[in-house]
């Protein structure tokens, strides 16, 4: 039987959320991933992921890996223990660099820099050469993590890329009909998309008056950079 080869591909994994919506745009990869994990809101994300990229990204492949059940493991807080070693994993099997769309305010370590190092030392020894895989080049990567949600959105509209993507994006834990508006996502969402003049949609109810933001911002004016990093000054900013 023939040895397993390298596909050369690039793969985001894609959840039509707003971060890897800009990114699709941005860097065009070859394959936008969905990975299906159960989750609460999995069904909402299923549709609006497939419609995103059918509408915008129409030169990456867009592709649904087989379903990863997390859901025994969520917690209530909608964290998943280990939830992007799962992916990045499973994002192995469609190409060897892969992309994560994390961004600066992101702070659980499944979207940090030592980890995606180790990810891909760990996939590089998997997956060298041996009796049923020739060497594969794994680089697993961050690409936009260096800035914050809201710069993000600004070299996505700089670029002149179309915004109702943006619009339409998706990245609430809690609504499966309206994004709700008063969940940590759909509070970030609407402040990188607001300061940047961009429509952020319909919500359930206004994220301005939302509960979560005010806990947000008292957290930001505390934490003075130490919360979310540069993104505190942008949910200081969004009054
Ligand atoms: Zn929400």
Redesign the pocket.
Known sequence: MKKKQPTGRTVLLFSGGLDSVCIAGLMQPDVLLRVPTNSDYDMREAVKAGELAQRYFPNSYYNVAPLIDLHPFERPDHIVPLRNLYMVTHAAQYGETIWLGAVEGDRTLDKSKPFIHMATEMLNFLMQNQHWCERHRYLVLLPVKHMTKRELVSWYVESRLDTRALTESWS????TTL?????K??IRRWVALTLNGVDPGVYDSNPQTSRTLINMRAAAAEGAGNYRGREDADLLEVA
């Open positions: 609430c834990y809690k609504s994004a709700c508006g008063d969940c996502p759909c």
